[in-house]
């Protein structure tokens, strides 16, 4: 709050979250026109087009992983993991942002929110839905992966409640299903605009069906205000625990370079910092095509800029201690872990997160760069790619070279893992499209209560 | 159809399209196609509606009949298809055979021939099928032990490539008309005296062999019999030739040797008697329990071996610097005048710190040469162990076990000569691949092909049944009688499990044929023959006593002495000198032979002793030969994936390309190759694998010589091996070591550095072992790193070959691993070897993290692997420190090849694709050991559960038994000081613990 107030005292333009000159109407209009239209830019073909292909790559290379097996990729003894759970790891993280936007940024009464929670939640959605496929990929035997759950089986055998995938399986569910059901609740009021605005028939119904009967009566906002509040309770305490839980994936293991206290505050923060970097890469070109400067502003750049600024330095605070830890521990096997890291078969991966999580965000120093949203657009690209990589090395240079040196090897990933992987990014595309085609991708109605004219007479004397 | 129509005449329709061209041919084709005839034979070949719709029926009734029958039929199909299933015939047994319980296996004793030379064997036979090899305790050179050939032999049975019907020049024919065949041959050479015979073998020690060798000789006194054995003694031969003037079989007793010299021999790994050799040397080394002496082993080869591995001083030498070695030993005790220095110092350097050990141990002592040095080394070892006074105490002499011992490079010159000269009416080829293996100079694939008429008797159809016009399949050892002889001359029956799967012959039936009864059985000729040695009433009980014990008592050669011809061994040769050339070592591959088991899918993805490399052969270098010729590997640590440069080596105008394979403690100025690779025509396994350095050797250098040279060509060749790091990190505390003397000053020096955490540090209960609690100590010290071990764990727990390409990246499955690690210079390292099994830890890092419980504790200490319950996260192998797990990447094990189904232990699972697996501590075993204990209403003994690593292990280096019986050995090797766990600071507290390796240097020399 404070940072906003001085940020205020040097800018004191009042529209800084929201272009002067939009009305009730023209906030509406300008947000349901681009799904209310007959004109789909080439821009949305091309993207969709983009996300189709790679979601061909996908059924193509899932197609294979299920017919012959885990073998299609580069695992091997002793690296079991590799980029499944890479994956997985790096677009549950992505998921946090939107959650801690819709969420904590709601609870903490932070307006700029308004106009980008919409599609950060939409991410956070297809994000889990890419990482939540991955544990079921990765398995040797996919068909069986029901057996995770708790399901009443009639040998009365139980999952292992000891092991940390089992509390992944709890903690990604319910993470999808919150995030779902909130980004859902928070869509019914739209829903019922774009209902009221649509002239076709179909659509009309469809919307309608999806409004569920929302008119806008005042009992209407305060169960939804109740609603959503309560829903930004739950979610909140999810923003830290499911990467908290994703952590312990590595930290119960006793392998080192896993085997680590702090993973949890670390991966909470690596997983912010790669939220807002994909918020930035997915906000920065839709706001340019659709013409959404005037809601999506400069202000709300820098401000994913500051908060991508403040976790990168909790990261590389992390990689620090991390290192420290390895030699401070005296371990031998913590030491050679982090020695192996940094000077082993996988150096140039280390030192490449190093180049782009550490060196590269500290450029965001600078207004300037802030204020650039080519320049921002980049180094949000270039922190994705960072903390893929930082996922990477975490969990394959770890177990490349462990305990045993007998039995050390290196992974090589295939044409399949890569194919995988890319194909998420298709599916996450595709979805994220047909989402901005057919949803308003920005709260119509939230964003007009950034309106001068949405204040009530005290809010206004203040 | 009232009138049968005119049956179409296809001859007179040839004849009226006979002559016609182009569109009047086609006109003429379309008036065929019109004619009744015509359409006749259409209807009768294509009939359009099998039932209705005939004209001699009505349209009512055959349509209705039509439907109903359709109706029908789907009805029928329908049901069918829900519960289709394979028809099988169920033959129940309407008689019991006698002792053969359904489920339970029954044990036969038999004998498998290696190079000709006997080791007994208890095959385990599931109703009727073998299904895994063990060791005879009763038989001399085995003692219970088995090699990796023999374990791997049972693949070898099944194996789906094996020749599998008699056939002339491709075509498939009967065994009766071969005999038709052979019998007019013979009718022809009879007058002749066979002179157009010759008979080509391998080396051969059976006493039934030797016998129709001899009646073929009175039928054929012409004919001539030739024997030739790629990998065979051939220089033991001549060397006991040159010492006593007649060929002479050494074997030796290491039962109370003290001081060992190994001149370039593998005598812990390879050889007549291994099995035995190491286990009288591992109990020679074996401190504790009141014993606080070791012996001493002093090692000189070229290129580190498992007896390298166990020396307590190993002096890397070139093969062609060894003889110099044997000379300055000799001149050493004073027995010879041979040089006290040369120009390669490290000839000398230990002379004197190893004759004066010698010297100490006079009659305790054994000096061992290897059977690739030359006769000269052989004859002056002979030499050195008389006056040493170890004949009759160490080493022992009786006359040759083979049969027709000779020169057999002479004498397969002998035969190239008849051949050239056209003389060879009638060449028999009984087992051997001669084309392939023969020297190369000697070009026997083209001189046997002069032969007029060539028969090969084989297991597989190979590069010589490529040039037989005849191929006959052979039996296979589990499937034909017939005996052999062991290293001391003792006759053990090599007796059938199985008839033969392809209707193969043995080589015993094939002579027979040239004989006057043909149509005597193996068993008949090989009973017969016994009986007519052994007379007397006894001899049916005697005959079953030694069918049933698979040895024939007392029948080992008896020990003789011979005196020696020193006149022979005067003086030493000018060395070859290398001139800026290499030196060329060839060697039989640690894992396929001489070639013979290369279509052996066990024996191919062994990872071979030390260098860990499956799948190939390799130009086996020093470091600094490699960094001279420019082709060091670029990294070492990933050969599977980076791959290693070619080098294109020329020896003698014949050139080959093999890739690099550097080896630490490789002698320098030296390359390795080992035989049996690069075959042309083999099975699938075989196929394509390595390359052949058989295209290099010559008669005159069937084992080493200078003159190679090798330069570096395009190219990286990927190589399968399945360790890459074998630098030992003595921080790991991996393997606990250290000398005799400081361990025995404080045994507690051999595990110094090492943290233990303190029992009860986990805030866990300790789990509570009622009724057994089952553990495995692995002796260090006794291991040599053979790797009998992993194929017999293979064998036993039904382990898929998962092939080169997957070895490469990595997913070999073998539950047992023999790691190779290095300490020292890398010139000349010290050598350990671990065989890492499941540890099965009391705080299993595995069982915590499964999340769906597919592995877990047993009540008995084990960590249970659930197949069927494993959904394939792969967590479990993460965590385990140890990296024991075994993953199914694909769908590793063949469930499709019919013979391989024989081969598998109906007592264990196989396992398919996506699943986790892991040493049960052979849990089958167990069970099956358990239930007998539980029907006889006692306790499991101490000793009746082996493991199938535990079984086969010729050094007994690994002893399986209850915790929680103090008096079993495990419990008591547990109490050992040198006993540990491997990475015990983790607190997993492991089952498998290790007891330290220990040396014992000479104080007399400087390392």
Redesign the interface.
Known sequence: MAEEQNVVMERPEPHEIIAPGYTFSSITDQIASVVQTKRTPPFWFLGFGLGLALLGVFAISTTLLFI????IW????????GFAITNFVWWIGIGHAGTLISAILLLLNQKWRNSINRFAEAMTLFAVACAGMF?IL?????W??F??FPYPDTMG????F?????WD?FAVSTYATISAVFWFVGLIPDLATLRDRAGNKIARVIYGLLAMGWRGSAKHWSVYETASLLLAGLATPLVLSVHTVVSF?FT????PGWHSTFFPPYFVAGAIYSGFAMVLVLAIPLRSVYGLEGLITDKHLDNCGKVMLATGLIVAYAYILEAFTGWYSGN??EAAAIHHRMTG?YMSSYWSLVACNIIAPQLLWFKRIRNTPALLFLSSMVVLCGMWLERFVIIVSS?AQ?????????F?ATRWDWGVFLGTIGLFLTLFFLFIRGLPMISIFEVRTLLPHAKVDKEVAE | MSQTPKKLDVAAARARLNGTRGREFWRNLEELAGTPEFQDLIEREFPRQAIGWGEDESPVEGRRNFLKLMGASLALGGLAACTRQPTEQIAPYTKQPEELIPGKPLFFASTMTLSGVGTGVLVESHEGRPTKIEGNPEHPASLGACDPYTQASVLGLYDPDRARVVSHQGEVRSWSYFYNFLAGLLEQQKPAGGAGIRILTETITSPTLAAQFEAVKKFYPAAKWHQWEPAGAHSARAGSQLAFGQPVNTYYNLENANVIVAIDSDFLSSGPGWLRYTRQFSAGRRVGAGRNTMNRLYVAEPMPTPTGSKADHRLPLRATDIEEFAWALAAGMGLASGPKNGDNHDVFKWIGGIAGDLGRNRGASVIIAGDQQPPVVHALVHAMNDHLGNIGKTVFYTDPIEVGSNDQVASLEDLVKDLDAGSVELLLILGGNPAFNGPVELGLRDRLAKARNRVHLSLYEDETSEICEWRLPEVHYLEGWGDARAFDGTVSLQQPLILPLYDGRSAAQLLQMLTDAPERSDYEIVKGYWAGVHKGADFEAWWRRSVHDGVMADSALPAKTFPIKFAGISEPAQKPKLHGTLEILFRPDPAIYDGRFANNAWLQELPKPITKLTWDNAAIMSQATAHQLGVEPSNM??LG?DGVPLVELTYQGRSLRAPVFVQPGHVDGAVTLHLGYGRTKAGQVAKGMGFNPYGLRTAKALWHDVGMTAKKTDGLYLLANT???????T??H?VHQGGLAEYLKDPEAVHAGVETPPPGLTIYPGWDYKGYAWGMAIDLNACTGCSACVVACQAENNIAVVGKD?VR????MHWI?V???YSGSANDPAVYN?P?PCQQCEDA?CE??????ATTHSSEGLNDMVYN???????C???C???V???????FSDYETPSLKLLRNPDVSVRS????EKCTYCVQRINAAKIEAEEENRKVREGEIQTACQATCPAEAIVFGNLNDPASRVAKLKADKRNYS??GD?NTRPRTTYLASLRNPNPDIEV
């Open positions: 012959l097996g885990p073998g580069g695992l091997r003894t002793p690296v079991m993991w544990p990765h398995l040797g035997r996919p069986l992966a057996w995770l055998i139980e999952p292992n000891r092991s940390p995938l089992v399986v994936d119960v293991a006793i392998v031998i096997f078969p177990l462990d305990f045993v040196t007998s039995s050390w090897g290196i090589h | 640590l990933n994936m360790q890459n790091d074998h630098v030992l990190d921080d790991r991996l997957q990246r990595g997913r070999a691993r790691d190779s690690y671990q890492v890092p915590l993290v499964c999340p769906v419980q319950r494993c959904v394939g996260t792969r967590y192998s993460n965590n420190p140890y990296k797990r075994r993953f199914n990447f694909y769908l694709r996506g699943v986790m491997l990475l983790l």
